[in-house]
């Protein structure tokens, strides 16, 4: 089940882009990683599926074959 992450930005309310899963996990912005783990993160398009923080999206990346193309990625 394909998955959607972003971020709210303080103080504006809008939400960013920042992950993406679908047979394994990735950040879809390059600074997305630099951000605290306990990040909060918002399932755009499903349910979170345990994934609640920047630190959960980084665990899941964790568990993802590096060698695998997925589509909407970004190299970190």
Do not use: C
């Not at 920042?18 to 394994?24: K, Q």
């Not at 306990?38 to 499903?46: K, Q, S």
């Amino acid at each position: 089940m394909s998955t959607t992450f972003g971020v709210e930005i303080k103080n504006d309310g809008r939400v960013m882009e920042v992950a993406f899963r679908s047979n394994g996990m990735r950040f879809t912005n390059s600074i997305a990683h630099l951000l605290p783990d306990d990040t909060p993160v918002i399932p755009l398009d499903n349910t979170s599926q345990g994934v609640y923080t920047i630190g959960d999206v980084k665990k899941e990346i964790e568990k993802t074959d590096p060698n695998a193309e997925y589509w909407r990625t970004v190299k970190v």
